[in-house]
């Protein structure tokens, strides 16, 4: 039998390792040029295909046979050759609908904003109708056709219930910017971003400390394909996409390691990244490497305010990796942008050392030239508890220490942030 993606760019090895995961064996990538879909599809020569976002409208048209969510959406992406006939329906209307089931989420009578205008945004507007939202209102930047400008929905559209973001901006939004003020709607009582890569994109680190429920796009994302694999008549009632869920997020999130100088983040980093099969990076050891200057030579010629700006700009590299260990110095919770790029795809782990096992002199540290332990402990611990996901005490052996975080990492709900 012969399956796969179809797109116009090439393979797509996140999807072919998805299908493969979900019992597709021979998951192939198909490439052509964007023009030749209709020849494509009448040669025939397949059981089943996925299809890029490119080829979905035309492929509506060019199919026998669709099905009532391929019509709300006026896409395919998804085909099925039966005797030489071609079903169609449109698997990520299942998907968005699926994450909002999980969620608990009722649309009825709800106001809907949803920001963007392309395909993703017509699937997720099609969900919301067909739950029985009252109000679908799309937000774009260039006012077209059935949209609204942002103006528009913070002056009209105040008492919104719900917020979905398809606007995909991943590693490029390095400002972290959010694509809609969230705090301009007091009735929001939940948020949805498309994306997942970062796990936890700004505007759901915004809805999150406002304790707003939210999604990204990931359960939608498995959920499609899961109904794609069926749509293909694969046998997939006790298929765990709970647990496969989980798997994805554990071998992607970076687990970020904050506290205090000499709490043991270096030292945690150090042992754990080969027993997790993560790399580790020490945010302290590359700004030194790649400022080719030791830590108290920068205090020295910038002071403090120069070597935060450089701690944040190491951060905002190394927070778009990922299954990465992330030792971080002891004042990077002293500005808040450190903490929400260390968010988007990580845990944050708060190593406690109480302050009679700290450190009080250390020529390595400047921070301690100037100021006592115990200032500097009761400025930050407050700091880092405010930001931290967990926290593992570490006044014993760093050995327990670590075998505490190794036995936290190793639940499934320890991931539920980004769930």
């Not at 968010?343 to 921070?367: A, C, V, W, Y």
Request: glycine content about 6%; aromatic content about 10%.
């Amino acid at each position: 039998m012969i399956h796969g993606f179809l797109s116009e760019k090439g393979s797509f090895n996140t999807l072919v390792n998805l299908y493969t995961s979900l019992g597709c064996k021979n998951y192939q990538s198909f490439t052509i040029p964007n023009d030749q879909l209709s020849s494509f599809l009448e040669k025939k020569e397949f059981d089943g295909i996925t299809l890029s976002r490119s080829f979905q409208k035309e492929a509506y048209y060019l199919c026998d046979q669709v099905d009532d969510k391929a019509r709300l959406c006026k896409m395919v992406n998804c085909i099925r050759n039966e005797n030489g006939i071609l079903y169609g329906t449109n698997t990520d209307f299942d998907g968005v609908f699926y994450t909002f089931k999980k969620k608990n989420v009722s649309l009825k009578g709800k106001i809907v904003l949803i920001v963007g205008n392309g395909q993703v945004a017509k699937v997720v507007k099609a969900v919301c109708y067909s739950l029985g939202a009252k109000i679908v209102k799309n937000i774009n930047q260039k006012r077209t056709i059935g949209t609204i400008g942002y103006k528009e929905a913070y002056s009209n559209y105040k008492d919104a219930d719900i917020i979905i973001n398809t606007i995909f901006i991943g590693k490029k939004n390095t400002d972290l910017k959010s694509p809609i003020d969230i705090s301009a709607f007091p009735n929001l009582s939940f948020v949805m971003d498309m994306a997942y890569d970062p796990l936890l994109p700004r505007l759901l680190i915004d809805a999150k400390e406002a304790n707003i429920a939210y999604a990204n796009g990931l359960k939608a994302f498995l959920y499609t394909h899961y109904c794609s694999m069926e749509f293909f008549q694969f046998p997939m009632k006790d298929f765990d996409l709970d647990a496969l869920e989980t798997k994805i997020i554990r071998k992607k999130c970076n687990i970020a390691f904050i506290g205090m100088s000499s709490a043991g983040k270096t030292c945690m980093g150090r042992r754990l990244h080969n027993r997790l099969q993560k790399k580790w990076v020490d945010i302290d050891i590359l700004l030194v490497k790649e400022e080719k200057k030791t830590i108290p030579t920068i205090f020295e010629e910038s002071s403090e305010s120069g070597f935060r700006e450089l701690e944040t700009k190491y951060i905002k590299e190394v927070s778009f990796s990922t299954n990465t260990l992330i030792s971080c110095g002891g004042g990077v919770v002293t500005r808040d942008i450190n903490m929400k790029c260390l968010s988007q795809n990580g845990l944050i782990i708060h190593l406690n050392r109480p302050l009679e096992f700290l450190k009080r002199k250390d020529t390595r540290r400047p921070m301690l030239k100037n100021n006592s332990i115990d200032e500097l402990y009761k400025l930050r611990f407050p700091l880092y508890m405010h930001y931290a996901d967990f926290t593992i005490d570490t006044e014993n052996s760093i050995e327990d220490a670590c075998a505490k975080i190794e036995d936290l990492l190793s639940k499934d709900e320890t991931y539920n942030k980004f769930k």
